[in-house]
Nanobody, 124 residues
Framework: QVQLVESGGGLVQAGGSLRLSCAAS????????MAWFRQAPGKERDFVAA????????YYVDSVKGRFTISRDNAKNTVYLQMNSLKPEDTAVYYC?????????????????WGQGTQVTVSS
């Protein structure tokens, strides 16, 4: 079992930045590939970014490439999502997820553990 707790969400103006954190407890986070998803009201939960267990490889949805950076500190059992140049369309609840079977799958059904989510609101 892995417990995930997100933090760092909030209200920011367009063009601003936020850094989300996902703290893992229970089993060692380095055993899991990690990802961030987001879900806007009335929409499906969408893949944002993923990082492999070692942190060497990262993957992004096209809409955030060049603006968002996923990283991890396995010593702290924490994964981060640095979000720069935020746009109103980035507004959503952001979820952290973990899985141990695949290499950075974008399908949320592949993930075994989820956090409770943190709200990100970008005003225009």
């Amino acid at each position: 079992q892995v417990q995930l707790v997100e933090s760092g969400g909030g209200l920011v103006q367009a063009g601003g930045s936020l850094r989300l954190s996902c703290a893992a407890s229970g089993r060692t986070a380095s055993n899991y590939g990690m990802a961030w998803f987001r879900q806007a009201p009335g929409k499906e939960r969408d893949f944002v970014a993923a990082i492999t267990r070692s942190g060497i490889n990262t993957y992004y949805v096209d809409s955030v490439k060049g603006r968002f950076t996923i990283s991890r500190d396995n010593a702290k059992n924490t994964v981060y999502l640095q979000m720069n140049s935020l746009k109103p369309e980035d507004t959503a609840v952001y979820y952290c997820a973990a899985q141990s079977k695949y290499i950075a799958p974008p399908n949320p059904s592949r993930y075994d553990y989820w956090g409770q989510g943190t709200q990100v609101t970008v005003s225009s």
